[in-house]
């Protein structure tokens, strides 16, 4: 899979979790995709929910060899 952009999340906390992968997901065209890295249980439960009920498409989550996840995420709106 190829990212149209990336986003590192690893150092904020909710909400800015989610806030920032929604401001950066705003910044892009319909069918571009984003891949967002971040770190912990919180925001690995409440990103990928949050990007769903906003109309999101969650297309993967993924762990990293260092504790973090990936999300790969479709803007639909």
Same mark, same amino acid.
């Given at each position: ?38 770190? #912990?249980? !919180?925001? %690995? /439960?409440?990103? *990928?929910? $949050?990007?769903?009920? @906003? #109309?999101? !498409?969650? %297309? /993967?989550?993924? *762990?990293? $060899?260092?504790?973090? @996840? ?8």
């Amino acid at each position: 899979m190829q990212a149209d952009r990336e986003l590192d999340i690893t150092s904020d906390v909710c909400p800015m979790t989610f806030v920032r992968t929604k401001i950066a997901l705003e910044g892009m065209a319909v069918g571009q995709v984003l891949r967002v890295v971040l770190r #912990g249980e !919180e925001p %690995l /439960a409440n990103v *990928p929910r $949050a990007l769903l009920d @906003h #109309g999101q !498409e969650v %297309l /993967a989550v993924r *762990p990293l $060899a260092d504790g973090c @996840h990936e999300l790969w995420v479709r803007r639909r709106r």
